[in-house]
């Protein structure tokens, strides 16, 4: 059946199938045959809507009492059956936690899959805080966080980050003793600490231990710190998330704000098609298996009258077991937070407005990416590259490479041509998509390399090197480096996405320098 005029006008769910009878659509209506006529009408649809009307073989129905009813059936069907012409959140990340593992000897880790069995703390809904705590219990209680324990200390024992329980410098009693401490911390229990600090920094000042007690007071200065950062307003006694939505061209862009307290707790960006109702859709599936706040606030509605707006609370408020308010300000503090929101998203596109112009580019470079060589000497050759999509970073595009054709020498420029040669062979065979931009780090030689390798895959793609030194820009064909405002918006996203990717070259140097490390001192044994 493909007839709407047959439909009830009662609140429901609709089912759209293929020739093959899989369900290729999946949408909820206050009135169904309304609804569903709207596809097969002759007002203006995006191309999305277009293919999948063609693709339309069946329609299926099933009524509810009311709105609310139908939201929640549809976010039911929808994690069931996933269908193709849903927007999919599968790209957004979900939350990730710091976790004590359940060993004898608890191992530090940050998971977005926490284990039942061990203990997690989080959610963490900002990576660089988490990074920032992580980092800081591990230098206070010198847990290990090595995937299984080598018979001999590591280098973070060297490096005063692990007391080295695997060859049994410290026993169990004692390795207890510094994980019920970093419990502690981790649950925001910081007094203990700071106290206990206290006393060993001036126990090393009055024994002349002049590094310990310095050491001691950067870790005291380190928890103030991330103390004043997460400080909570105590003012504010809910949370709230601010959503933004921001078209351009055919494409949706969301920037959501969580605000902890009155605290601005992190900041997310989503991209997907556009098309007609992504505002509500995104809503309902975003919070379908994500943790949901007191109030919602958006800059521009997502209902089309208050039957559907009350609807939505509805639907929102069951799926939390609690009330949810949708928010639409037009004046005072949370009409300016929405406005923040909205702003973040134009800013990032602005910038990608400057690289194009500045850069003579045919299009706005949606997606860019950056390559970087870290090396120590001769050995522990590795690349780094990072995807940014619409001027935010995209892990999933992260690569890493193992440089094999340059042994024995240091030689960026001869790295540099394999990490850029293996990266587009693979996107030439996999079929994927092409970045509107490609950086390298550094001069004309690792430009010149770069464009050799683009050259033997028949490739012609917009690509400059941003050397570091002076922060300046080596264009295919000039020979003189461009110069611009280095605190240019423009800039600053360039030197954001190169600074980016090297951090990721040197994480995975660090880890391939530590496997050697292990590796050594197993052949000494």
């Known amino acids: 059946m493909r007839d709407p005029s047959t439909l009830p006008r009662e609140p429901g769910v609709y089912l759209f199938k293929d020739r093959e009878g899989t369900i290729i659509y999946i949408g909820k209506a206050k009135s169904l045959r309304s609804r569903v006529s709207s596809y097969f009408g002759a007002g203006p649809h995006s191309p999305k809507t277009a293919i999948l009307v063609r693709h339309i073989a069946e329609i299926e129905h099933i009524i509810v009492d009311n709105e609310v009813e139908a939201l929640l059936l549809e976010n039911r069907l929808i994690k069931k059956h996933a269908p193709k012409y849903n927007v999919s959140l599968k790209d957004g990340k979900t939350y990730a936690y710091i976790a ?69 410098y410290a026993s169990e009693e004692q390795y207890a003793a510094q994980v019920r401490g970093a419990e502690e911390f981790l649950k925001g229990h910081t007094k203990d600490v700071l106290v206990r600090l206290g006393g060993e920094m001036a126990q090393a000042a009055k024994e002349r231990r002049y590094e310990a007690a310095l050491e001691a007071k950067r870790r005291i200065d380190a928890i103030e710190i991330l103390h004043e950062r997460q400080k909570v307003d105590l003012v504010k006694r809910h949370d709230q998330d601010i959503i933004a939505l921001k078209r351009t061209g055919l494409r949706a862009r969301f920037a959501l704000f969580s605000i902890d307290k009155g605290v601005l707790s992190g900041k997310r960006e989503f991209r997907f098609d556009d098309e007609e109702g992504i505002f509500q859709t995104f809503v309902k599936q975003y919070y379908a298996t994500r943790p949901i706040p007191s109030e919602i606030v958006v800059s521009e509605p997502l209902w089309e009258d208050g039957a559907e707006h009350e609807a939505l609370e509805g639907y929102l408020a069951r799926l939390k077991g609690a009330k949810v308010a949708l928010t639409l300000p037009q004046q005072g503090e949370k009409a300016a937070l929405a406005r923040l929101a909205l702003k973040n998203l134009e800013e990032s596109e602005d910038a990608l407005v400057a690289v194009q112009d500045a ?19 001769r050995e522990h050759i590795v690349a780094g590259m990072t995807r940014w999509t619409y001027g935010m970073p995209d892990g999933q595009g992260y690569r890493r490479f193992l440089i094999r054709d340059v042994t024995g020498r240091n030689d960026d420029f001869a790295s540099m041509h394999e ?70 918006r423009m800039m600053l996203l360039l030197r954001r996405i190169r600074d980016s990717t090297h951090r990721q070259a040197i994480r995975y140097n660090r880890k391939r320098r530590e496997m050697g490390f292990r590796e050594q001192t197993a052949e000494k044994k």
């Open 100 to 168: 004590l593992t359940a060993d004898s000897f608890p191992r530090l880790l940050s998971t977005r899959a926490p284990s039942r069995k061990g203990k997690a703390f989080g959610p963490y809904v900002d990576g660089g805080a988490r990074n920032q705590v992580m980092a800081l219990t591990q230098r206070l209680f010198q847990l290990r966080t090595c995937k299984t324990m080598p018979k001999r200390p590591c280098l973070n024992y060297h490096l005063g980050l692990c007391t080295a329980p695997c060859a049994g």
């Open 359 to 377: 850069l003579n580019l045919p299009s706005v470079p949606a997606a860019i990416e950056c390559f970087d060589i870290s090396n120590l000497g």
């Open 419 to 488: 990490a850029v040669r293996r990266r587009y062979a693979r996107v030439l065979e996999e079929g994927s998509e092409m970045p509107g931009l490609v950086i390298v780090d550094g001069g004309a030689g690792q430009l010149a390399a770069a464009l050799r390798a683009l050259g033997e895959l028949g490739l012609k793609l917009p690509i400059v090197g941003l050397a570091k030194r002076e922060e300046e820009l080596y264009l295919p064909g000039e020979e003189a480096p461009r110069r611009f405002d280095k605190m240019s």
